[in-house]
C-alpha cells in the first residue's frame, strides 16, 4: 500500500495498491499530487528523480537522506542561539555524484537534527529554502502519523494475515479495512465523548448485534439507555424504516479477520 496520508485528520487521501515487490520509490509516481503541498516521507522515497519530478511540479518535499549521499556545501546557514539545541545543521548542498547531479540538478538544503528519544541523529533534505530548521525537523516528525495509522489497521482490524491468496481477495481485505478505519475515525470525530480508537472498537465488537441509537450510544456509551429502538414495519416488498438510524455491517469484517 503506497498511501499518502493527509496530515489534516490523518485520513488517507489516495492508496495505490501494487505487488509486493514494487519499492517504494517506484509504486508512488502513480499517486497524484497537488501543487504547493508538502510531502514529508523516509529514507525509501529518496529518489533524485523522483524528487525532481516533484520539484518540476511546485511540490514541497522533506525527505529522510540516506547515509551515503554525496554532497557538496554551497553554504551553511546560521542555527538560533540559544534555542532549539536538537538542531546541528542548517546547509544548501549540490550534489557531487554524476549520475544524482543529473536527475536532480538543482541545489537542496540539508537539515540534521538530533533525535533525543531514539539518540541519533536524522539527516533530511529539502528544496524549500525559506522555513526555518526547526519546521523542516517538526515536519518530519510528523511522519509518524503513517505509521500510525498502518498500526491501527493492523492491531485495531487484526490485518496480520489475508482469509484468502487471489489478488481480488487480498484487494477486498484492504479495501474493507480502508473503509472500516474510515468509518471508525469518522464516528470517533462526531461523538461528544472523548473516545480513543481502540476503546471505540473493543465497544463496537460488543455491541455488533445489539440495537442501538448510534448516534447516542457514542455520545453517552456509559449511560444507561432505556428507551426503546425504532421500529422496523415490513409493508409490501420493502422495509419501512420509522427512524433513520446508521447500522454499520461493515463491522462484522472485524470478526472474519
Same mark, same amino acid.
Given at each position: 500500500?503506497?498511501?499518502? /496520508?493527509?496530515?489534516? =485528520? ?16 517506484? =509504486? ?9 503541498? +508538502?510531502?514529508?516521507?523516509? !529514507? ?23 547515509? %551515503? ?40 538544503? !540539508? ?6 528519544? *531514539? ?19 517538526? /515536519?518530519?516528525?510528523?511522519?509518524? &502519523? ?52 481502540? *476503546? /471505540? +472498537?473493543?465497544?463496537?465488537?460488543? %455491541? /455488533? ?10 455520545? &453517552? ?37
Amino acid at each position: 500500500m503506497h498511501t499518502l /496520508l493527509d496530515y489534516d =485528520g490523518n485520513l488517507p487521501a489516495y492508496v495505490n495498491i501494487t505487488e509486493g515487490k514494487t519499492a517504494d520509490n517506484k =509504486g508512488v509516481y502513480d499517486i497524484p499530487l497537488q501543487a504547493n503541498s +508538502v510531502i514529508v516521507a523516509d !529514507r525509501f522515497y529518496n529518489d533524485f528523480h523522483l524528487l525532481n519530478v516533484w520539484d518540476s511540479k511546485a511540490v514541497n518535499f522533506v525527505v529522510r537522506h540516506k547515509e %551515503n549521499l554525496q554532497f557538496a556545501v554551497v553554504k551553511e546557514n546560521e542555527l538560533p542561539e540559544n534555542k532549539h539545541p536538537h538542531l546541528l545543521k542548517d546547509e544548501i548542498i549540490e550534489l557531487k555524484n554524476d549520475d544524482s547531479k543529473k536527475k536532480y540538478p538543482k541545489k537542496l538544503r !540539508r537539515i540534521a537534527i538530533w533525535d533525543e528519544l *531514539n539518540q541519533q541523529t536524522i539527516e533530511l533534505i529539502t528544496n524549500h529554502l525559506k522555513w526555518s530548521a526547526n519546521t523542516i525537523g517538526e /515536519l518530519y516528525k510528523s511522519r509518524w &502519523q503513517i505509521e500510525i495509522f498502518f498500526r491501527e489497521i493492523k492491531q485495531l482490524l487484526h490485518i496480520k494475515s489475508f482469509i484468502g491468496t487471489s489478488e481480488n481477495a487480498v484487494l477486498i481485505q484492504i479495501w474493507t479495512a480502508l473503509i472500516t478505519i474510515l468509518i471508525l475515525k469518522a464516528l470517533k470525530a462526531m461523538a461528544k465523548y472523548k473516545w480513543h480508537l481502540s *476503546n /471505540l +472498537v473493543a465497544f463496537i465488537r460488543l %455491541n /455488533l448485534f445489539v440495537k442501538i441509537r448510534l448516534k447516542q450510544w457514542i455520545d &453517552q456509551a456509559y449511560d444507561q439507555h432505556t428507551k426503546d429502538p425504532p421500529i422496523i414495519i415490513q409493508g409490501g416488498s420493502f422495509l419501512k424504516i420509522t427512524e433513520i438510524n446508521a447500522t454499520i455491517y461493515v463491522f462484522t469484517y472485524l470478526y472474519l479477520s
